[in-house]
């Protein structure tokens, strides 16, 4: 073998040697510096008063701060983009709602594959329902549908933008109750929160619309979940209402862009497993109308690939388009 080969060859192996043993230490010593967290929506909605939280407490585990950065736009599309395209080290994470996954890539054509992003932790689901402006007169669900029948297109309806959970839960609505009711994009529920208070728009589905019910401003009309609301026992579900399987859940959770090593989603999982099962973290999601499931990673990417399919199938059968 020439002198030169062998010199090759022999670099070679010494940096293969090297780099793995470093590689594996990085990820066992994950996280050694501060964790940017994206959460794809502007600031002041639901996916803001689910995330940050968890952010504080994650910080408080790994010694490390998890910094909350918003990047809203194009229905969540900007911000897990970024991610999607970030370092797969476990230093950039994605804070979202499962409808950038779940919904937005059967509408249009995402610049990711929401398949290979790498789940890491469910941090809540939403726990509300369809809300209305007292100023309307609909109080409850039934004097709404027959109101919007009686007023075709008269109702119009704020949403944190196209595609995501809270648009499709109007398209469910409208789909199975047979009525006519505005859609209104926005750039976050935030932004539709400050038209439906002065009556701009008459309705949401959010749970920044809790304080606001409860202060009078709003009227509840249904909850679009499994279970009844705690703090509206009165309230029925869609179930209840005669609109069985109509509730679109909307979940969020942290996820690792593609690539990123499973042992860190499995540390990071580990850890928020635990956080989910405390009394602080409880008590720190249901004050945001939040419910608080602990999965696997496992768990996470069955539930993901049914969500999807379920929301693929609605999608189909609405004939949903984007606007």
């Not at 599309?77 to 709602?97: H, N, Q, R, S």
């Not at 709404?144 to 648009?167: F, I, Q, W």
């Not at 609109?243 to 999982?269: R, T």
């Amino acid at each position: 073998m020439r002198r030169r080969e062998f010199l090759a060859m022999a670099g070679a192996a010494a940096v293969t040697s090297f780099s793995i043993p470093r590689a594996t230490a990085q990820v066992a010593n994950w996280p050694e510096r501060p964790v940017k967290c994206i959460i794809p929506y502007a600031p002041g909605g639901g996916s803001d008063l689910i995330g940050r939280p968890w952010a504080e407490a994650l910080s408080q585990v790994f010694g490390q701060q998890f910094v909350v950065e918003n990047r809203g736009g194009a229905g969540g599309m900007i911000g897990t983009e970024a991610v999607a395209k970030a370092a797969p080290d476990g230093y950039t994470l994605l804070a979202t709602p499962g409808a950038t996954l779940t919904v937005l890539p059967h509408l249009r054509k995402a610049p990711y594959d929401a398949t290979k992003f790498v789940p890491c932790g469910r941090t809540g689901d939403f726990v509300t329902g369809f809300s209305i402006n007292a100023q309307v007169g609909p109080k409850t669900f039934a004097e709404m549908v027959d109101y919007a029948k009686k007023n075709p297109g008269k109702l119009s309806y704020g949403s944190a933008g196209l595609a995501t959970a809270t648009h499709l839960r109007l398209e469910m609505l409208k789909y199975k109750a047979g009525i006519d009711i505005l859609h209104v994009p926005y750039r976050g529920s935030a932004d539709a929160l400050n038209d439906l208070l002065p009556n701009n728009v008459q309705m949401m589905n959010e749970i920044n619309n809790i304080p606001h019910v409860k202060a009078g401003k709003l009227h509840l009309l249904n909850i679009n979940d499994t279970q009844r609301h705690w703090d509206f026992p009165d309230i029925p579900t869609l179930t209840e209402l005669g609109h069985p399987d109509s509730d679109v859940p909307i979940w969020y959770s942290i996820q690792g862009p593609p690539g990123m090593p499973q042992e860190i989603a499995e540390k990071l999982n580990a850890a928020m497993v635990k956080l989910a099962q405390t009394d602080d973290m409880k008590g720190k999601l249901r004050a945001v109308s939040a419910s608080l499931p602990a999965q696997s990673t496992k768990q996470m990417a069955e539930f993901f690939a049914a969500d999807s399919q379920r929301n693929a199938e609605l999608i189909k059968a609405a004939k949903v388009k984007l606007e």
